[in-house]
């Protein structure tokens, strides 16, 4: 049988994306043949489109770091054919062909059941960003309860930052959102936080090892300096989360002082290889208590065909709200 798929091949050192046909035959060895239903556009999947090796190392290749669909083929007797199911992070879309091709296999221990309370298209509208985003949070409230004060969201107006404003929000707490423009502020106060302040606003200069007290938790998407600030910055035992690096690798001016004074604790979120028993746990509060209305706000469906002029506006920064891929 023969599907579509997008192909990047590499041609005399350019990277050359394009739509073809492909047979189940050509899909890599795996446990579970998943009819793909939707896939979300990440940044990673730019980054994969265009050769970069840091993502994916061997071309040509089938980019799409996330998937949700339905079990055409299972080796495995804990999934069943016909079951709805999500596929996020491990190898997919890096160097194990992804959900930018209407079907994947993959090993049985990546894929997890679709809970009830969300549709196909529902699980892929949070996508990648947004189980970042839960996990950010989960751990967070773990800790951090709506009365101790309001928690900071650094790139409030992105796709992990937003998720998790919206997720705060319907938990009860108070939001305050970095932003970097009028419009990121009119988008984050539309979520729900209760302020904005903008990156200049959240700057300090001081190099002090640690700033007033300001901020019961920090979900930090961009790391650097805007992360160094946020953990100087954290009230008595508040707790910082940390998962992207756009705002830098490093973290400067960064002392031991509020974790030794403050006992500020530092959590890293990681998605991709996130434990099977927490991926569970968290797309079941993503199905029921922490589901918000009109999910699919500022979500932009398109066909295989239109989708790699969606990963060039990507990469050129012209993109605004999210794009979904519907097989
Ligand atoms: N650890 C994980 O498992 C995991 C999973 C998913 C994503 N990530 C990482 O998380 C990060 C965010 O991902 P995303 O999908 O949310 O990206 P995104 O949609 O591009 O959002 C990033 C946001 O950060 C803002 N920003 C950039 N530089 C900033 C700065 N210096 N100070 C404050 N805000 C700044 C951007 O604003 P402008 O648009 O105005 O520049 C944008 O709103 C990325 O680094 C990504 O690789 C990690």
């Not at 041609?11 to 043949?33: H, K, N, T, W």
């Not at 940044?43 to 489109?49: G, N, R, T, V």
């Not at 989708?307 to 990507?314: A, T």
Request: charged share 25%.
């Amino acid at each position: 049988m023969k599907f579509k798929a997008v192909r990047v091949f590499e041609e005399e050192g350019r990277f050359i994306p394009r739509i073809i046909e492909r047979s189940m035959e050509d899909l890599p060895a795996g446990d579970v043949v998943i009819r793909v239903a939707y896939s979300s556009l990440n940044y990673k999947d730019a980054l994969s489109c265009t050769g970069n090796r840091g993502v994916t190392r061997e071309y040509p290749h089938t980019p799409g770091i996330d998937a949700s669909g339905v079990v055409v083929e299972s080796t495995d007797s804990q999934i069943q054919v016909g079951e709805e199911v999500i596929v996020t992070g491990y190898d997919l879309g890096m160097n194990t062909d992804g959900g930018f091709g209407e079907y994947i296999r993959v090993p049985a221990s990546w894929v997890v059941r679709k809970p009830e309370g969300i549709s196909l298209k529902e699980a892929m509208i949070y996508g990648t960003a947004g189980f970042t985003a839960a996990l950010s949070v989960y751990e967070l409230v773990e800790v951090v309860k709506p009365e101790a004060g309001p928690v900071l969201v650094i790139g409030a107006a992105g796709g992990v930052g937003s998720h998790s404003v919206k997720f705060l929000v319907k938990l009860g707490y108070e939001v305050v959102g970095v932003v970097g423009s009028e419009a990121e502020r009119e988008f984050v106060l539309s979520l729900g936080a209760r302020d904005t302040i903008s990156r200049e606003e959240a700057d300090d200069k001081s190099g002090k090892p640690m700033l007033k007290q300001l901020w019961a938790g920090v979900v930090d998407t961009v790391g650097g300096n805007p992360l160094s600030i946020g953990i100087r910055s954290t009230k008595y035992g508040g707790v910082v989360t940390t998962c992207g690096n756009v705002a830098g690798g490093g973290i400067p001016e960064m002392n031991v002082y509020p974790f030794i004074l403050r006992g500020v604790r530092l959590i890293g979120i990681d998605s991709v290889k996130c434990p099977v028993g927490k991926r569970v746990d968290v797309w079941k509060r993503l199905s029921d208590s922490w589901k918000g209305e009109n999910l699919d706000r500022g979500v932009l469906e398109v066909g295989i065909e239109e989708i790699l002029e969606k990963v060039k506006k990507m990469l050129n920064s012209e993109l605004v709200g999210r794009v979904l891929l519907k097989h």
